[in-house]
């Protein structure tokens, strides 16, 4: 399974970015998917998943500006981030498995660059 994540860019702060994780190998509609981030200094922390079964779980900061979704017909999955925040910024990374809580493949990450 290779993921491939595009859409990451430098923007300002209440803009909005897309990223998209290309999968291949596999397909999305039955396995679990997840983007994660790490920051600048700090650790890799889960941003948004969606199970096998179709839920979805967001981190509380990102909750009501970010949208997961997973796209069967491209066999790829998105996030759609509005109102973007300094605090944003981060390396994303999009990651695959058979369960949620055991992602055993990563995409090399695109980066968002969010400015004041």
């Known amino acids: 399974v290779q993921l491939v994540e595009s859409g990451g860019g430098s923007v300002q702060a209440g803009d909005s970015l897309k990223l998209s994780c290309a999968v291949s190998g596999s397909q999305v509609s039955n396995n679990a998917m997840a983007w994660y981030r790490q920051g600048p200094g700090k650790e890799r922390e889960l941003v948004a998943v969606?199970?096998?079964?179709?839920?979805?779980y967001y981190q509380d900061s990102v909750k009501g500006r970010f949208t997961i979704s997973r796209e069967n017909a491209k066999n790829t999955l998105s996030l759609q981030m509005n109102n973007l925040k300094v605090e944003d910024t981060a390396m994303y990374y999009c990651a695959f498995g058979a369960d949620y809580s055991d992602f055993k493949y990563w995409g090399q990450g695109t980066q968002v660059t969010v400015s004041s």
């Open positions: 969606v199970t096998s079964g179709g839920s979805i």
